[in-house]
């Protein structure tokens, strides 16, 4: 069997959670088929590809568990550049949505999952919720498509609506909703077709109504929740993005959304859900007991002024935490890397907020203790791999998958690094690719990705871009 060795990295980041190994000393990884065969001092062998990993770092390649990619065609939109979410939600998505035709969205979805290939992520969770009756494409079969072109994992999001809130009152066809069976009949469809329930499978499907709150009924909750879990699927949402959601969950059950979730069936080892900002003690008490998780979109939250999610309270509680980007329309620049150093970021500012000083009984100056890079590093790693249930895949340990980023540090921005192997975390911009390995097969050299013309990419969106504008105004 062909091997690989990675040789002679400056420093090599695990993806190790608490009381496990965050960094291994290497300095060189062997690549046997899909999986990492040995981790240490490596001699070369005969015939054996190399890799030269001189002056780099060595992460887990990032699994990104929350996305909109059809949203690659709406980064910022004049008209929600400054709103919070819910008039956003009708500035910018629902605005544009219908203007989705077959060839925008494929071309969107590309966009996006180079955007994050580029970035080093190679395990990629899409949110699609661009689903609606006598739909003439199919959305689902697209996405498959162009992620197994880059040669990255992909598990789609079913999303999906079976009704809608009065702010899509009076939008056009691609805004109807879908009736239950339709949506029920879908997501068997698509279970037969793309899900490998294997631990480190290539295409996953998710059962995944675009807000469990606000898109489908109760009654409706419980039966996705029951087919889902009887075809062996996971589930997803939004929840608690904003206060809207725990003023509309006491207004219409008298529940906050975490026990509004509980009641219905959505709350498990096998659900995970975007966002959760806005927290009660009780209901992260609730997530850790039933070891539900979140996926946190801190760049998303912060755009649309949502807040800061509890992520430090979260993980002392025992949730399980991983990272995504959210949608590009309220993000810009929907990479993992942005992402992971804004985690990093968000976490000590949220703390540092409830600084106060001696004299009104503070006990604190900062809150620079609130995420180490070791801990964001495994969100953005194992710990989006846990909530997808991929086992093996997001970590640099032998017989893991071998879903490995090499990254050279070359830019000024890494220069003088006192510590090289947290500079894609700590300095943030867009550490070069020497090599992305998915499932041990090289998908980037020399941050090239095969077959992609960035150039011509570019000039084609902005014609799309131009034309959709033109369309709505």
Request: net charge negative.
């Amino acid at each position: 069997m062909t091997t690989t060795l990675i040789r002679n990295a400056a420093a090599i980041m695990t993806g190790g959670g608490a009381n496990e190994p965050a960094r291994a000393a290497g300095p060189d990884i062997r690549i046997e088929g899909t999986r990492i065969q040995a981790v240490g001092a490596l001699a070369a062998m005969p015939g054996e590809a190399i890799v030269d990993a001189t002056d780099c770092v060595v992460y887990p390649a990032w699994v990104n568990t929350h996305h909109h990619l059809f949203q690659a065609l709406l980064k910022g939109d004049p008209a929600g550049i400054n709103a919070s979410l819910t008039p956003w939600l009708a500035a910018t998505p629902y605005r544009y949505r219908a203007r989705f035709d077959e060839k925008r969205f494929r071309l969107a979805a590309r966009i996006g999952m180079i955007e994050l290939v580029r970035s080093g992520c190679t395990t990629i969770a899409d949110h699609n919720y661009v689903y609606y009756p006598d739909m003439p494409f199919d959305s689902s079969a697209i996405l498959f498509e162009e992620a197994q072109k880059l040669g990255v994992r992909f598990v789609l999001l079913r999303g999906g609506a079976t009704r809608t809130r009065q702010l899509e009152a009076g939008l056009p066809t691609a805004m109807r909703p879908e009736s239950i069976d339709a949506f029920m009949s879908d997501l068997q469809r698509l279970a037969s077709s793309f899900h490998d329930a294997s631990p480190h499978s290539m295409r996953r499907v998710v059962a995944a109504p675009t807000t469990v709150l606000f898109s489908i009924s109760p009654a409706e909750m419980r039966s996705i929740a029951g087919e889902a879990r009887r075809l062996g699927l996971r589930l997803h949402s939004h929840l608690s993005e904003t206060v809207n959601y725990q003023d509309s969950a006491q207004a219409m059950h008298r529940l906050t959304p975490v026990e509004f979730c509980r009641e219905h069936g959505w709350l498990g080892e096998d659900v995970w859900y975007a966002h959760l900002v806005k927290l009660d003690a009780s209901e992260i008490d609730l997530l850790a007991a039933t070891g539900t998780g979140i996926a946190h979109c801190p760049q998303s939250n912060g755009r649309l002024g949502s807040g800061i999610a509890p992520v430090r309270e979260l993980a002392d509680a025992g949730v399980p935490v991983s990272i995504g980007v959210d949608g590009a329309a309220s993000n810009e620049a929907a990479d993992m890397i942005s992402e992971v150093h804004m985690a990093w970021l968000a976490q000590r500012a949220r703390r540092g907020m409830a600084a106060q000083p001696e004299y009104r009984g503070g006990r604190f100056e900062g809150g620079a203790d609130a995420a180490s890079v070791e801990e964001v590093v495994h969100w953005g790693t194992a710990g989006g791999a846990r909530v997808l249930g991929l086992k093996g895949v997001g970590r640099i340990e032998v017989g893991a998958q071998a879903d490995i980023a090499v990254y050279r540090l070359d830019d000024p921005r890494y220069f003088g690094l006192h510590d090289v192997a947290i500079g894609p975390v700590v300095s943030g911009g867009r550490p070069e690719l020497a090599a992305l390995f998915c499932a041990g097969q090289c998908i980037v050299r020399n941050d090239v990705l095969p077959d992609v013309d960035l150039g011509a990419l570019r000039r084609e969106a902005a014609r799309e871009v131009r034309a959709m504008i033109a369309e709505v105004a």
